[in-house]
């Protein structure tokens, strides 16, 4: 598990911060509730007033593509990165953060990013 890189804002990729979704529009996921960071550190250097991030879950569908968050994530119950829904916020949107994912969970993130954005 990386550590937030020194002198920065405590924003960086594998963070778990609780955002304000609202408001959504169709089946975004809505209301206040924990997102994980995926930008990388460059966008988020970058690009200051804006984040990439994936709503979590805490319904285990049994889906592929839902990712289960380890590490020191800062959450109280088992939750699932949902890669289906990559979604550029605000950073005033995130409230704060409160943990860390693990490089397994990223690595495992990333394959779905790759696959649905076919890169």
């Known amino acids: 598990m990386a550590d937030p890189p ?6 960086w990729r594998g963070a778990v911060a609780w955002a304000d979704l609202d408001p959504v ?3 975004e996921q809505a ?24 709503p979590v ?3 285990d569908r ?5 990712v289960r968050l380890r590490g020191s994530t800062g ?5 699932w990165a949902m890669t289906e829904q990559p979604r550029t916020l605000a950073r005033e949107r995130l ?3 409160v943990g860390l ?17 076919d890169l």
């Open 6 to 11: 020194a002198g920065r804002a405590a924003l």
């Open 25 to 27: 529009r169709g089946r």
């Open 31 to 54: 209301g206040t509730r924990p997102v994980l960071v995926v930008a990388s550190a460059g966008y988020l250097a970058a690009v200051t007033a804006l984040a990439i991030v994936l």
């Open 57 to 59: 879950t805490t319904t």
């Open 62 to 66: 049994g889906w592929p593509n839902h």
């Open 75 to 79: 959450l109280d119950r088992p939750s």
């Open 95 to 97: 409230v704060r953060v």
């Open 101 to 117: 994912v693990d490089d397994e969970t990223l690595a495992g993130v990333d394959v779905y990013l790759r696959d649905f954005l």
